[in-house]
């Protein structure tokens, strides 16, 4: 994950408040695929591609924590040939990425189901979580078969299962039983793609999360798009609620 002088230069010109945590809802593959008279799945591998700029250079920025959202509940409903192609480059990704991040220090955390994965995704998702668990970098959010009102539901029912007393039934308590129990909530939520949907995607993590959106398609937003981003943030005030 290294950083080229033109990275560099344009993380020192930033301001200097950097978002703790930022999501990223990745979207657009398809259409800058299209747009190239190219097949969809051209476009996917490019947004895979785009992946590692953009995890570098959050790294390099500081930010502490990034979650992707790579493939969510309702994507199973996509053409077959589609999924099957997301699958296999999500195996081969994670297969060719993972050692490389975890030399850089970054700790893999999966976020989402397993019981429908392939044996061999799982594997190397489960491989990936193990091999970089005591890291002390970035912790790299990989929401893949992931539902925001799916982790809710699942959370309530694991506290059911788990006998939790009603009287010790709060937020905190709550929060222990999502995917994203060790993670603090969004503080900047990125959608590409131009749409202003959060798609069911951390629906708990960003109550209190800015939103910002872009046109550029994912394969494309790097760099100065998230200078952007960034800039946009430091722009907010960040109220929680409160009267300031």
Same mark, same amino acid.
């Given at each position: ?45 490019? *947004?895979? %591609? ?31 040939? %589609?999924?099957?192609?997301? !699958? ?31 044996? %061999?995704?799982?594997? %190397? ?20 078969? =992931?539902? *925001? ?27 222990? =039983? ?29 109550? =209190? ?7 550029? !398609? ?27």
């Amino acid at each position: 994950m290294t950083v080229n002088p033109e990275a560099s230069r344009r993380i020192e010109n930033a301001k200097n408040t950097v978002p703790h945590h930022v999501a990223i809802i990745m979207d657009g593959n398809g259409r800058w695929a299209e747009s190239r008279g190219l097949d969809v799945s051209e476009g996917h591998h490019a *947004g895979f %591609e785009n992946l590692r700029r953009v995890v570098a250079d959050l790294a390099e920025r500081g930010v502490a924590y990034l979650t992707l959202y790579a493939f969510s509940t309702e994507n199973w409903d996509r053409p077959e040939s %589609e999924v099957n192609g997301i !699958l296999a480059l999500a195996i081969a990704v994670i297969a060719h990425e993972a050692e490389q991040l975890n030399e850089n220090g970054v700790r893999i955390k999966h976020l989402g189901r397993v019981d429908r994965l392939s044996a %061999e995704l799982r594997e %190397e998702l489960e491989r990936a979580v193990e091999n970089t668990a005591s890291n002390t970098g970035l912790t790299l959010g990989i929401a893949f078969d =992931y539902g *925001g009102r799916a982790e809710i539901a699942n959370a309530a029912r694991q506290m059911i299962e788990d006998g939790v007393p009603i009287d010790e039934i709060n937020e905190s308590k709550f929060v222990e =039983y999502l995917y994203t129990a060790d993670m603090p909530d969004v503080d900047l939520l990125i959608r590409t793609g131009g749409d202003f949907r959060i798609s069911n995607f951390l629906l708990w993590q960003t109550a =209190y999360s800015e939103f910002y959106t872009s046109e550029t !398609l994912w394969p494309d937003f790097y760099g100065e798009h998230i200078d952007m981003a960034f800039e946009s943030f430091n722009e907010r005030k960040r109220r929680f609620g409160k009267r300031i």
